[in-house]
């Protein structure tokens, strides 16, 4: 079965088979022939060969009812270990007939979702993942199902999506305050992080002329006062965040506690620089330079 983000279901790959009500059905049909033939019954002949009908219809129709729907995979966000995965899956039908009772679920969960799909048109099914730890996680297979019209056959299709999802490392509970200061090497220099009493040091009134980026939005946004940080003072107050800060032997649990350094850094609105080994992220904020910390934490 190839990857891919997008699937048409054709002949090729849907798949039939009776489900236990079906073979119920098929067993009590025998029943009835066999009395008919025994009883020279003509009604029962009438009824089984009825029923007998009824069920290759409903198998022509429960195969055509998923035969040619596209599926595709829609967007999906980075999660954090522990949380579960959702993504969307746009379901599109371009024939003239109405899709029925179709239901779609990560293989081996049991937790279908069912819709409906008009004709000539789109309908959308979300489903959820629990990935298992933190790093880059291929989708799992999906599933997609149907039984209608009868629930004597059940018609269903495998699918896998070549698209990934990342996992950040889950954040410490209840983390330490963030580090006080850390020790550049590599310029010999010692910069001292912020003190966290509320706000950053240097801060000044607004200036016309102030970069957007040095503006404390967040304060504005609860007194209505605009406050700017100081652009030298800045540069040395680079928050430097290091496994060694961490004071934790065990690799995920610092992983984990310099995810919740790197969250909380992020929330007061401080310039933090990464350190992973032999990567090093250099200090800056905003929610770009937060999704690249992540990412680092997600893949270190």
């Not at 119920?24 to 009824?47: C, D, F, M, P, W």
């Not at 999506?161 to 310029?187: N, R």
């Not at 016309?208 to 304060?219: E, M, Q, S, V, Y």
């Amino acid at each position: 079965m190839p990857m891919a983000d997008s699937v048409t279901l054709t002949q090729r790959n849907v798949y039939i088979l009776p489900t236990r009500a079906g073979l119920l059905l098929g067993i009590t049909l025998l029943v009835l022939l066999v009395a008919s033939i025994n009883y020279q019954l003509n009604l029962g002949y009438l009824l089984t060969f009825l029923l007998a009908g009824c069920a290759l219809v409903a198998m022509h129709v429960s195969h055509g009812n998923l035969r040619g729907i596209t599926m595709t995979l829609g967007a999906h966000n980075p999660v954090f270990a522990g949380d579960k995965a959702l993504f969307g899956i746009k379901v599109l039908n371009t024939r003239q007939r109405m899709r029925y009772a179709l239901a779609m679920a990560v293989t081996d969960t049991g937790q279908w979702v069912h819709t409906d799909v008009p004709p000539k048109a789109s309908a959308s099914v979300h489903l959820a993942w629990q990935p298992t730890a933190r790093g880059l996680h291929r989708l799992p297979t999906l599933s997609a199902q149907t039984l209608f019209p009868l629930g004597t056959f059940r018609v269903w299709t495998l699918w896998r999506p070549a698209a990934q999802v990342l996992v950040y490392p889950q954040p410490e509970a209840k983390p330490p305050p963030l580090p006080d200061g850390t020790s550049d090497a590599d310029h010999g220099t010692t910069r001292t992080a912020p003190r966290h009493h509320g706000e950053p040091d240097s801060l000044r009134p607004y200036r016309r002329g102030d970069p957007l980026k040095n503006i404390l939005w967040k304060k504005a946004a609860k007194t209505g006062e605009l406050v700017s940080r100081d652009s030298v003072a800045a540069q040395q107050h680079d928050l430097w965040l290091d496994r060694a800060l961490t004071d934790l032997n065990h690799p995920e649990q610092q992983l984990s506690r310099l995810c919740a350094w790197v969250l909380r850094a992020d929330q007061l609105g401080l310039r933090y620089g990464l350190r992973l080994g032999n990567q090093e992220i250099k200090p800056d904020d905003g929610p770009a330079h937060l999704q690249r910390c992540l990412r680092a934490l997600a893949l270190a």
